[in-house]
């Protein structure tokens, strides 16, 4: 178990590079979408960069980099969904507002940077899946589409594959390591659905880049809104 989760880990930090790769070496960086694709990726490549190295000269747990990682992750998903999708002006103040307000009480009076914040992780998690399901049930409404051709079905498909397994994991995490203080052996399965979700999720979104390449409609939006 050990050695498959250490190779789960490696492959989990860097299976956003394929992504990143592409879009540095194509047209892409014209593309709104794929722009906000792309920070998404480098983003999780940075974070789990940093936290190899972090936790092994600076600090023994990966949370300080993980929430900050967190909150810059959230403005740079609904950033892209905003440019896939009109989300509703309500919506997106709504959760822009739950967000600053519900982080910032948090961090002041219930958690730490070094502990994991379960109201930031299920903010995040709630938030993506409903867009997510709000950008394949317009997709549904446009019976020509073809969906495996489709960026943003596997964009909408991926976020929400990857914030679905994350979120028991998420609601329990706290829970798990400092109350029960389970053994890092017995957190290595749990850390595993983690690892798959990313590793799913990064590449996912390389193959939507791919479609976007292709010259794939990559936006619900109408075009003069696009």
Known sequence: MEAFNDWLTDLSRISAIAGILYYLFTKLKVNQVASGLFLILF???????????????????????????????????????????????TLLTGLVAGFVLGASISFIFFYSFTESNTFVFLWSNISFI???????????????????????????????????????????NNYLVFDLQISSEAYTIVWIINLIANVGKNFILF??????????????KPAEAA
């Not at 000269?57 to 969904?81: E, K």
């Not at 073809?146 to 994991?169: C, D, E, G, N, R």
Request: charged fraction near 10%; hydrophobic fraction near 55%; proline fraction near 5%.
């Open 130 to 172: 409903i867009l997510s399901l709000y950008l394949h049930f317009q997709l549904l409404k446009r019976p020509g589409e073809k969906l495996k051709y489709h960026p943003v079905f596997w964009i909408a498909t991926s976020f929400f594959v990857y914030y679905s397994m994350l979120f028991l994991q998420n609601i329990f």
């Open 43 to 89: 983003a999780s490549f940075l974070a789990d960069t940093l936290n190899y190295f972090f936790i092994r000269l600076v600090y023994p747990n990966s949370f300080i980099i993980g929430n900050c990682w967190l909150i810059i992750n959230f403005f740079l998903v609904l950033w892209t969904f905003k440019k896939v999708i009109n989300i509703p002006k």
């Open 207 to 220: 193959y939507a880049l791919v479609l976007i390449d292709k010259g794939y409609p990559d936006t619900l």
